[in-house]
């Protein structure tokens, strides 16, 4: 596995691969890796022939007060797995390479609409973060596929919308949830649940999925599920900042006759905000 920590170093290494002929996968990450991230990874590679994976924490993407200081940082084992699930090209920029004047006097990228919501409504800088960032890594890696994990499902089809708008030639593939054997989706953010709260929190998980089987026996009406949903994850110990029922490709109200329906949900368990969305 190559290393490139500027663009230009970036740059050759793509360039030689797509020299060769080869087809450009690509996958963000901010390190601190699980089985989330590798299944992106696998994923890659059975649909291109070089893989490239970025690391870096984007300060752009964290709120005041939120936790880009102590956000897990384990860049050296990081790479041990990279290398063994057989990664072609590392990017591990510093912050100057990705913004050298500083986040605040980079051009930025706003994705109307679909950033404001959800979680863009209690994290109101975090899409502008990921848009910009994602936008700039494009740019400097041009992949032919870029792969994102269904569990940011908002972060999914955010991405989508800016790549159409934009007019990338990059074809955005989501990633089905890796889980844990109890069914909480796997998150860096999970290392900040004391063992109490690791118990407690598949519970977002199974109201999820009960609240899917009630939709699917033909639910009264959205509103009253999503009531319903809430009031379980507090009974549950969790502190829901929403639970709503949303059309899958994006996220605007369900018709009667939309079918692709997804319920979405955020929640906290003491410091860990866990997100989570299902199929219905
Ligand atoms: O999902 C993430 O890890 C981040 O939001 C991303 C896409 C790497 C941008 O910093």
Same mark, same amino acid.
């Given at each position: 596995m190559d290393t490139a920590q500027s663009i230009d170093a970036l740059r050759h290494g793509v360039r030689q691969a797509r020299h060769?002929?080869?087809r450009i996968a690509f996958v963000p990450t901010m390190g601190n890796l699980h089985a989330g991230h590798l299944a992106l990874v696998a994923r890659a590679r059975e649909v291109a022939d070089y893989t490239v994976v970025s690391i870096f924490v984007n300060p752009f993407q964290f709120g005041e007060g939120e936790d880009f200081?102590?956000?897990p940082r384990t860049v050296e084992a990081d790479c041990v797995q990279l290398e063994q699930s057989g990664v072609d090209l590392l990017f591990l920029p510093e912050a100057e390479a990705i913004y050298p004047e500083g986040p605040a006097r980079c051009t930025r990228i706003e994705v109307p609409e679909?950033?404001?919501v959800l979680c863009g409504a209690f994290r109101p800088t975090?899409?502008?973060g990921v848009a910009t960032v994602v936008g700039i890594l494009f740019n400097a890696v041009a992949p032919d596929v870029a792969l994102f994990g269904e569990k940011d499902y908002q972060q999914l089809i955010l991405i989508r919308r800016m790549v159409r708008d934009l007019k990338m030639a990059i074809e955005v593939l989501g990633v089905p949830t890796i889980?844990?054997?109890?069914?909480?989706a796997m998150s860096s953010r999970n290392r900040y649940l004391s063992e109490a709260q690791r118990r407690a929190a598949p519970s977002l998980y199974l109201t999820l999925c009960e609240l899917r089987d009630t939709l699917r026996r033909g !639910?009264?009406?959205r509103a009253s599920v999503e009531a319903a949903g809430i009031k379980t994850l507090q009974a549950r110990g969790l502190r829901p900042d929403y639970l709503v029922v949303r059309r899958a490709v994006d996220l605007g109200l369900p018709q009667a006759d939309d079918k692709d329906v997804r319920i979405l !949900? !955020? !929640?906290w368990l003491g410091r860990a905000r866990l997100i989570d969305n299902i199929a219905v």
């Open positions: 060769d002929g080869r200081l102590t956000y679909l950033g404001d975090f899409f502008r889980r844990e054997r109890d069914g909480l !639910a009264p009406d !949900a !955020a !929640a």
